[in-house]
C-alpha cells in the first residue's frame, strides 16, 4: 500500500470513528429529551447539519491537489503531497536508476546532457558512438548514467539508452547552449557538483565525464587504486601527485567514501569564497587548501598520455583512453572536432596492426577549436 493510500485509509478510519462520537451524542439527547420534541427537533436538526458539514469538509481535505502546486515538473509524478515526500520520491527514483546501472561494487558513469547537446547528431550522438567504437567499452555503456537537466534532454534521452535521469530545476532553464562563464555556464556547473555529492552520499562510486570526450579505450587499468578522487588535466606536469598540475573537472574518478564526501562539500560550499568562478577554476583554487590536508583526500592527477584532449592530445593511439575536446568554445568548433576526432580514429582501427605500433600516426584536431 501507498503512502498515499495509507493515509486516505487512516482518515477514513478517522471519519468513521467521529461519526461513532456523534451517533453517541445524538443518542444521549434523544434519551435526555423525550419530554421535549420541541427542543429535539431543534437539537436534532443542528447535529444533522454538523454532521454533514463535517463530512464534506473531511472528505474534501483528502481530494488529491492539483499538478500546479507540485515542487517538481510533471516527469517527477509525485505520490505525496507534502514537499518532504516529493523529495524522498525524486531520491528514490535515482536509487533505481543508479542501482540498475551499478557495476558489482557500487561503480557507475554519469554523464549530463541539455537539450543543445541532445539534439540529433549533436555532442550526445558522437559521445555514445565513441562507447560503441571504442577499445573494451562498448560493454560501458550498461554503466553509464545520462543525466538530463531539462525535459527535451531526457525525452530525447530515452529514445537513446537505458539509464536516464531527469535533473530539473524549478526556475532555472538549462535547454540552450550554455557560454562559458555565462551566469547560465556557472549555474549549470555548480548544479551538477552538487548532484555528484548526492550521489557520494548515496554510497555510489563514478566516473563523471562530459560528454564531449570521446571514449576510446576502456580506462578502469588506468586508475589509482589508492585515490579517493582522481582528476584529467588540461596539463599534465609529469608526476600523478604534484598539484600544480591543471586539473579538469570534466573528467573524474572518485570513491565513495567520508572524506570524498566532505571534500565535495567544502568544494561546492566554496563557490560562495569565489563568487563568479566555476567549478574548475575553484578546484584549482582550493587543492592547495589546508582543509584538504584536513579531510586527508587522497587527490591524484590523471596523465594526459592515456586521458588527453584539445589542450594537450594523447600522443599515442595505442594507449589512449579518452579525447576531450577542452581548450575549445563554441558548440559548432566542438562537433567539428569531436567528428574528425572519430574519424582519425576509426582511421586508426583499420591499420594493419604493424603500422598501428608504428609511432607516425597522429590526430589531425585541433581544427576549428585551434
Not at 486516505?8 to 434523544?30: E, I, K
Not at 554503466?143 to 530515452?158: G, S, T, Y
Request: with cysteine; charged share 20%.
Amino acid at each position: 500500500m501507498s503512502r498515499r493510500q495509507r493515509a486516505v485509509t487512516a482518515a477514513a478510519a478517522g471519519r468513521g470513528r467521529d461519526s461513532f462520537g456523534f451517533a453517541n451524542m445524538m443518542h444521549q439527547v434523544l434519551t435526555e429529551s423525550a419530554a421535549r420534541p420541541r427542543a429535539l427537533f431543534s437539537v436534532a436538526s443542528i447535529l444533522l447539519t454538523c454532521i454533514l458539514v463535517y463530512g464534506v469538509a473531511d472528505t474534501l481535505r483528502f481530494l488529491p491537489l492539483s499538478n500546479s502546486f507540485s515542487s517538481f515538473p510533471s516527469i517527477f509524478p509525485s505520490s505525496a503531497l507534502d514537499n518532504d515526500s516529493l523529495q524522498v520520491s525524486e531520491e528514490n527514483r535515482l536509487e533505481t536508476v543508479l542501482n540498475n546501472a551499478a557495476m558489482q561494487d557500487r561503480t557507475v558513469i554519469l554523464t549530463t546532457l541539455n537539450e543543445a547537446w541532445a539534439a540529433p547528431d549533436s555532442v550526445i550522438d558522437l559521445f555514445l558512438e565513441s562507447f560503441r567504437i571504442g577499445d573494451g567499452t562498448r560493454k560501458l555503456l550498461n554503466h553509464l548514467v545520462i543525466i538530463a537537466l531539462d525535459q527535451k534532454a531526457f525525452e530525447r534521452c530515452l529514445t537513446l539508452h537505458r539509464h536516464c535521469f531527469a535533473l530539473i530545476t524549478d526556475g532555472v532553464d538549462f535547454h540552450q547552449e550554455a557560454y562559458f562563464m555565462t551566469p547560465q555556464y556557472l549555474k549549470m556547473m555548480w548544479k551538477r557538483i552538487d548532484f555528484l555529492r548526492t550521489v557520494l552520499e548515496m554510497g555510489y562510486n563514478f566516473i563523471f565525464t562530459d560528454a564531449d570526450i570521446m571514449w576510446f579505450r576502456d580506462p578502469f587499468p588506468r586508475f589509482y587504486q589508492d585515490a579517493d578522487f582522481q582528476v584529467a588535466c588540461d596539463h599534465f606536469l609529469g608526476s600523478p601527485d604534484d598539484v600544480q598540475n591543471r586539473p579538469n573537472g570534466g573528467f573524474n574518478h572518485v570513491k565513495s567514501n567520508n572524506r570524498s564526501i566532505e571534500f565535495y562539500r567544502f568544494w561546492y560550499a566554496s563557490r560562495e569564497t569565489y563568487p563568479g568562478y566555476h567549478d574548475q577554476d575553484v578546484l584549482n583554487i582550493i587543492k592547495f587548501d589546508p582543509s584538504i590536508m584536513d579531510i586527508g583526500l587522497k587527490i591524484k592527477f590523471l596523465d594526459t598520455a592515456y586521458f588527453g584532449g584539445l589542450c594537450e592530445p594523447s600522443e599515442d593511439f595505442n594507449v589512449v583512453c579518452t579525447m576531450h575536446a577542452n581548450c575549445c568554445y563554441g558548440l559548432n568548433s566542438k562537433l567539428n572536432d569531436l567528428r574528425i576526432m572519430l574519424q582519425d580514429w576509426k582511421y586508426f582501427l583499420s591499420l594493419p596492426l604493424t603500422l598501428k605500433k608504428s609511432a607516425i600516426f597522429s590526430w589531425t584536431v585541433p581544427e576549428n577549436c585551434r
